[in-house]
């Protein structure tokens, strides 16, 4: 219920980054399957190549589509969406102490 209340008062580029960061998996993985798909039915039509070149080049697409997916998440991240990851602040004379 509190979670409820605190998502109802967020702006909607709030609840977008938020369902990046939870999702961001499932994300990349549907990115890179629909980029293995796509390329593989764009190069399924192309003549002059063996299907093993085909295959090939249908994970290149794949992978430049997972590489692009991985920066945006990393980026939206970094816009700190999620207040859940609290860093811990430790003084440097512990450090010292533990080094």
């Known amino acids: 219920r509190k979670k409820q209340a605190m998502i109802s008062r967020q702006t909607f580029v709030d609840r977008s980054i938020n369902f990046v960061n939870e999702h ?3 994300i990349l993985g549907m990115a890179w399957l629909v ?3 796509g390329a593989g039915l ?8 063996t299907p093993a070149q085909k295959l090939v080049e249908a ?3 794949a992978q430049l ?5 991985v920066v945006s998440t990393a980026s939206i991240a970094s816009l700190g969406g ?6 811990v ?10 080094l």
Not at 82 to 87: L, R, T
């Open 89 to 98: 602040q430790h003084n440097s004379a512990e450090l010292e102490a533990i």
């Open 59 to 61: 994970r290149m697409y």
């Open 65 to 69: 589509i997972t590489i692009v997916g």
């Open 82 to 87: 999620n207040s859940d990851n609290k860093h």
């Open 24 to 26: 961001r998996w499932s």
């Open 35 to 37: 980029g293995m798909s």
């Open 42 to 49: 764009y190069l399924y039509k192309k003549k002059g190549m």
